[in-house]
């Protein structure tokens, strides 16, 4: 019974885990920018600025419409009241209540300015949203390539730890028939402690990226990873790319939006220079009890309807208009300064990004050529070793030119994916790449 019962948690550990590895999901490139974008706090965050930036529409629009209030008062008084006479001047009850309509604009419809300014926000809200979106995939895209480059970089330091343990055998075999000294021996341990010591470092940047990529995107902890292969860029010109990016880059548009927005505020500030104008319409009702006596129904006005208009030019208030508007065209010049400023800025940028592509395009083909020399020359090397025609200084520098070219030539093939990628975000084309790699 116990045997069964051994035999029995073993299958269900191993169904558990076979269910388990079956479960994991695997993401491409383009599965991760769905599932960040849809899991995202930044993106949620932009999401509601964008909201508020509506909302505020919605209070602009407000003020161009009258505001109409309704009103009611009861009264109870202690005791009734009338004169000698018999004329009733305080009734047991009364009850007023009715319906009043007020609308105010300035002479020079600024409210119209402020709605205006309101739609503006939205616009701004919209290409910041874009523009998040797009440093958050690059984002995305960069802890992608991250977690790949780990994980090939555990791989290589897995098979140097192999080479290495190879090589340390062969050697041992070699000194225990007297053909090497034990010095070769030493230096092959040491070789392969070090391999394993960098297979242990690659072990837990593995397990650190992996983290940073789950903390990005939300998905599961046992997820898997398929490489995606971005296309190469096309050779555009680098004129080219800036006139793409003036059209294309949300944060541009953003700034640019802003200085539009900016003068829409002077506008505004200068329409408090002109009066502004009141309307009004009310109706009212009057009810009492007693509402009887000989003057009570001559005196008691029991409905009425009355309009007006008033006009108010407040020609003092201590320079503050005059401060307003002088704080408005400041923050016009701090708009278009910024907007400028920025555009110098992406120009750099798009020029950092454009050679750096060329230069890591340059760079992952002479590292590939450099991995396919290394690898010739470290099978030749250790063919010479075994016929005892090189020493073991030849198999560690061809081991250590070897690994060095793993290292540069797997550096070099992402770096080149995450380049494409930079470039297209830098130009303002990263948000169309990934909507049309859906």
């Known amino acids: 019974m116990r045997k069964i019962t051994f035999c029995g948690l073993v299958l269900s550990a191993a169904m558990m885990a076979f269910v388990s590895a079956a479960i994991a999901g695997e993401y491409t490139l383009s599965d991760l920018y769905q599932q960040a974008l849809k899991n995202s706090e930044k993106i949620k965050y932009a999401q509601e600025n964008l909201y508020i930036a509506r909302t505020g529409k919605d209070k602009a629009w407000a003020v161009l419409f009258p505001r109409v209030t309704a009103y009611g008062t009861y009264?109870?008084?202690?005791?009734?009241?009338?004169?000698?006479?018999?004329?009733?001047?305080?009734?047991?009850?009364?009850?007023?209540?009715?319906?009043?309509?007020?609308?105010?604009?300035?002479?020079?419809?600024?409210?119209?300015?402020?709605?205006?300014?309101?739609?503006?926000?939205?616009?701004?809200?919209?290409?910041?949203?874009?523009?998040?979106?797009?440093?958050?995939?690059?984002?995305?895209?960069?802890?992608?390539?991250?977690?790949?480059?780990?994980?090939?970089?555990?791989?290589?330091?897995?098979?140097?730890?192999?080479?290495?343990t190879q090589y340390r055998d062969a050697v041992e075999k070699r000194v225990k028939v007297g053909e090497l000294t034990r010095t070769a021996l030493l230096r092959a341990d040491g070789e392969l402690s070090g391999a394993r010591s960098d297979y242990l470092k690659a072990t837990n940047a593995f397990k650190l990226v992996r983290a940073v990529l789950i903390r990005i995107t939300g998905i599961e902890d046992n997820f898997q990873l398929k490489e995606t292969i971005i296309p190469p860029t096309e050779q555009i010109a680098l004129n080219n790319l800036r006139n793409v990016a003036l059209a294309s880059r949300a944060d541009l548009k953003s700034y640019h939006i802003q200085t539009k927005m900016a003068e829409e505020q002077v506008q505004y500030a200068r329409g408090a220079f002109w009066p502004n104008i009141n309307l009004f319409a009310i109706y009212n009702a009057t009810d009492q009890y007693p509402a009887s006596g000989s003057a009570a129904t001559q005196t008691l006005n029991r409905e009425s309807v009355l309009a007006g208009i008033s006009l108010t030019y407040p020609f003092f208030e201590g320079g503050l208009r005059m401060a307003e508007l002088r704080e408005a065209k400041a923050k016009e010049r701090q708009a278009k300064l910024a907007y400028d400023d920025f555009k110098k800025n992406v120009d750099v940028e798009l020029q950092s990004a454009y050679l750096d592509l060329q230069t890591q395009r340059g760079t992952l083909k002479f590292s590939e050529d450099q991995r396919i020399f290394a690898e010739d020359n470290y099978n030749a090397v250790i063919r010479m070793f075994n016929n005892g025609l090189a020493t073991s200084l030849d198999v560690m520098d061809a081991n250590s030119l070897l690994l060095s070219a793993e290292r540069n030539w797997n550096e070099a093939h992402y770096n080149y994916q995450l380049a494409n990628l930079k470039l297209k975000r830098t130009s303002g084309m990263l948000l169309q790449f990934v909507n049309d790699s859906k």
């Open 75 to 164: 009264n109870h008084f202690s005791e009734q009241k009338v004169t000698l006479s018999g004329v009733l001047i305080q009734p047991h009850e009364s009850g007023n209540w009715g319906v009043r309509a007020d609308e105010s604009f300035s002479l020079s419809i600024r409210e119209l300015n402020a709605l205006k300014f309101a739609g503006q926000s939205v616009t701004k809200s919209e290409y910041d949203l874009d523009a998040t979106k797009s440093d958050f995939v690059l984002a995305v895209a960069a802890a992608y390539y991250d977690t790949l480059k780990a994980k090939k970089s555990l791989e290589v330091a897995a098979a140097n730890m192999e080479r290495l």
